[in-house]
Nanobody
Framework: QVQLVESGGGLVQAGGSLRLSCAASGRTFSFNGMGWYRQVSGKQRALVAGISRGGSTNYADSVKGRFTISRDNDKNTVYLQMNSLKPEDTAIYYC??????????WGQGTQVTVTS
């Protein structure tokens, strides 16, 4: 099992940038794909971006070209660089294993708020 802690969220104006970090515990980090998910009010939690063990990536259409997911296996950390932020990006952002999540690993997430 893996324990995950998200950080880096905040308040930003439209067009600005944020970089989220997900620190993962456990010796098996490098064996798993990882993903960023977000949840907005009244909607289900949905995948934003995923990265495989080997570094291949997958993005939701709504963020493609603006967000970049990356991982540093030596630091057991996954990042989400978010550029050209839009108000509709406002959500709580979570990380977890991808493509199959570990239900017990969801943390508190990190709030991202984008103002117009």
């Amino acid at each position: 099992q893996v324990q995950l802690v998200e950080s880096g969220g905040g308040l930003v104006q439209a067009g600005g940038s944020l970089r989220l970090s997900c620190a993962a515990s456990g010796r098996t980090f490098s064996f798993n794909g990882m993903g960023w998910y977000r949840q907005v009010s009244g909607k289900q939690r949905a995948l934003v971006a995923g990265i495989s063990r080997g570094g291949s990536t997958n993005y939701a259409d709504s963020v493609k070209g603006r967000f970049t997911i990356s991982r540093d296996n030596d630091k057991n950390t996954v990042y989400l660089q978010m550029n050209s932020l839009k108000p509709e990006d406002t959500a709580i952002y979570y990380c977890n294993v991808w493509p199959v999540t570990i239900v017990g690993s969801w943390g508190q997430g990190t709030q991202v708020t984008v103002t117009s």
